[in-house]
T-cell receptor, first 114, second 110 residues
Framework: KAGVTQTPRYLIKTRGQQVTLSCSPISGHRSVSWYQQTPGQGLQFLFEYFSETQRNKGNFPGRFSGRQFSNSRSEMNVSTLELGDSALYLC?????????????FGQGTRLTVV | QKEVEQDPGPLSVPEGAIVSLNCTYSNSAFQYFMWYRQYSRKGPELLMYTYSSGNKEDGRFTAQVDKSSKYISLFIRDSQPSDSATYLCATDTGRRALTFGSGTRLQVQP
């Protein structure tokens, strides 16, 4: 069974640019969550999507946005990039049934802002 | 104060030792508790998942949750050099918005 796939694996962008990251969940998983991991702040929740709707959102500025498609694939967008946005961005998928939140992570996209 | 506190380590043990990793949390609404293992430059890998208080065992790994004291533990028996990684505890209220500890770096010496 294929795991969570994130593309691209590595990305270098310049301050002020925008970036789009992609996540394909495990087959059958309809909930997709995004996290930011930095050495200083650790792993922090960005947002969660289910059935193309954002259900939960973490404490991040509006420059961070996302969406989910009908096939459960998700994209995350960061506009007007800042140096502090350099991080490993992780996507996790889980089954939709009940409150079970067993989440499986992808390998992440390492974003470097210069 | 962070909602989930975890000693960052590093923790160095000899091969074959029993490893104890711990977290404390402050939010009584947390009901789901997880342990992830993360190797360098990789995504977190789910090791253990438990609901509410109690123990759960899977091979060499045992997870314990004590909701009365808000304490989460992971025990690794017969530790191996391949267990060297960062271990992250995570909690959730059921909203699929995981709150993570800062992670403990573990080094198992051959």
């Amino acid at each position: 069974k294929a795991g969570v796939t994130q593309t691209p694996r590595y990305l270098i962008k310049t301050r002020g640019q925008q970036v789009t990251l992609s996540c394909s969940p495990i087959s059958g998983h309809r909930s997709v969550s995004w996290y930011q991991q930095t050495p200083g702040q650790g792993l922090q929740f960005l947002f969660e999507y289910f059935s193309e709707t954002q259900r939960n959102k973490g404490n991040f500025p509006g420059r961070f946005s996302g969406r989910q498609f009908s096939n459960s694939r998700s994209e995350m967008n960061v506009s007007t990039l800042e140096l502090g946005d350099s991080a490993l961005y992780l996507c996790a998928s889980s089954l939709p049934g009940g409150p079970n939140t067993e989440a499986f992570f992808g390998q992440g996209t390492r974003l470097t802002v210069v | 104060q962070k909602e989930v506190e975890q000693d960052p380590g590093p923790l160095s043990v000899p091969e074959g030792a029993i490893v104890s990793l711990n977290c404390t949390y402050s939010n009584s609404a947390f009901q789901y508790f997880m342990w992830y293992r993360q190797y360098s430059r990789k995504g977190p890998e789910l090791l253990m998942y438990t609901y509410s208080s109690g123990n759960k065992e899977d091979g060499r790994f045992t997870a314990q949750v004590d909701k009365s004291s808000k304490y989460i533990s992971l025990f690794i028996r017969d530790s191996q050099p391949s267990d060297s990684a960062t271990y992250l505890c995570a909690t959730d209220t059921g909203r699929r918005a995981l709150t993570f500890g800062s992670g403990t770096r573990l080094q198992v010496q051959p």
